[in-house]
């Protein structure tokens, strides 16, 4: 989605509402810390000025000195408040986002998720979210300190004289806004072309990693490589020209402020020369003018880093804007119906132009088998994702306890159901922890009694850490059956009325197929199950058999 740089600043801002207490407190303290380091050079001035004869000081020397070693350690001590209190917000924002953001994809999931560049959603979720700690710890202070210490400069040289207090304001505004302005317009579109290249590059890298054993196996490493070098370069050439233009920024900033400061010397000397000011007027001037440009160098060398942090802004935004294909029903707002069924009821269902269900209808009694037969391709998945409601159908309606799945609450649907597909997903975590997932607090019986009705018992019991033996990221270091009878166990472990078996033998051999269907057989009247699977041995156990063919059930 395309927004105003403007449009992502106000947004981002909005996020930082519930800590602004901190932030006046850094912006208070920058404030207050600037305005020492402006009246260090300031008050020396002024006392040299008042030793030469040149000057008076109404506290004297000595207490002239040590209001400048009191305002030397302010300085200092008002400096790391400033930063601990924007490091204090820019991480408390940072983890508040990445808890929206994570948020965000689990409703998105898995309809809007399905096909999704994963590497550049982990890129987002981390290095974008990451350098929106430049514009919540670097930027809001800065910007809001800067203009309050035009303010305060304004005020004190205006007292000079209104020409010396003109020519600094306008020096502030050409150096703290025209410069980052231009630097930012001179990044045109690389900024965002940056986020999106190392987005890109992340997903082609963590897609290589998962087919490593096809690159090798196919001896495709060097195409692999070479595409890999193109992309690096890519992104290498768009952060070169990122760079170019803030070394052109730092140059003309420095360029800026010597040129203001010069103009604004030769001012204070025409006006001491007329009679305008005094002469120690004029040096205290000079000497503030000089002094005061901190705040807004760090406004300019915003626009060097600005940009790459607004497009990562602008992606974050995108995740948390992104309208949900299937909105969640909240506990309060849905029905929580006792399981007495489910059933598809003239069930029409498209993924995009494609049609895939045509008036399908079948029911699943409490406590029976239901198996689903069919090829390849004809819809048999997509109608226990149906049953999940993962998508919504198009037609037609889809019940659960005589209630329209859209009505139920979303908490009550996922309790009442357990979906095993055709791969299993484990996390790089100990199976027990894998399996815990379906049930946090089950008990150690209840873990072995799912993991023996899954076949999976013996073979877990004989590594070398039993139950705690760690998996390998994406269950790697298991096959596929191995896998597979893992995610069976955790739906087993569910204990939901209503389970959703896709081609759940599909990575077993002959005896562990016959060992998890007697286990289903054995708990048959326990809970409904509906049997997607392609072998005629699989649907034996069925109660009753429904054949799928171009999206409708017979």
Known sequence: MNRSNARVMWRMLGLARPLAGWMVLAVACGVAGFCCATGIPVLASAAALAAAGKGTLAWGLPAAVAALALMAVARGVLHYIEQRC????????????????????????????????????????????????????????????????????????????????????????????????????????????????????????????????????????????????????????????????????????????????????????????????????????????????????????????LQGTLAAGNRVLDILDEEPQVAEVPDDAGTHPAFTGAAAEHVGFSYADERILDDASMSVEPGRIVAVQGRSGSGKSTLCRLLMRFWDVDEGRVEIGGDDVRRVAT???????AFVEQDTHLFHDSIRDNLLIAKPDATDEELVAACRAASVHDFIEGLPHGYDTMVGELGDTLSGGERQRLGLARAFLHDASLLLLDEPTSNLDTLNEARVLKSLDDQRGCRAVVLVSHRPTTAAIADEVYSMDSGRLS
């Open 86 to 305: 924007n490091h204090y917000i820019a991480f408390r924002l940072l983890a508040h986002i990445r808890d929206l953001v994570f948020g965000a994809l689990r409703k998105l999931c898995p309809a809007k998720l399905a096909g999704a560049d994963r590497g550049s959603l982990v890129s987002t979720v981390t290095s974008d979210v990451e350098l929106l700690e430049v514009f919540y710890a670097h930027t809001v202070s800065p910007v809001c300190i800067a203009a309050l210490m035009a303010v305060v400069m304004g005020l004190f040289l205006g007292y000079i004289h209104p020409q010396l207090a003109a020519l600094a304001l306008a020096s502030y505004a050409l150096v703290g806004v025209a410069v980052p302005v231009l630097i930012s317009r001179g990044s045109g579109t690389d900024g965002r072309a940056s986020r999106d290249q190392a987005g890109a590059l992340s997903g082609f890298v963590l897609d290589a990693l998962r087919g490593l054993d096809e690159v090798l196996q196919f001896g495709a490493g060097q195409a692999r490589l070479a595409e890999l070098d193109r992309r690096s370069e890519e992104l290498s050439g768009t952060q070169a020209r990122l760079r170019d233009v803030a070394g052109r920024g730092q140059a003309a900033t420095t360029g800026a402020i010597m040129v203001l400061s010069t103009l604004q010397l030769l001012l204070a000397v025409d006006l001491a020369s007329a009679g305008a000011v005094t002469a120690e007027g004029a040096v205290l001037a000079v000497v503030a003018t000089f002094s005061s440009f901190g705040p807004f160098v760090a406004l300019a060398n915003l626009g060097s880093t």
């Open 411 to 417: 908490g009550a649907l996922r309790d009442a159901e």
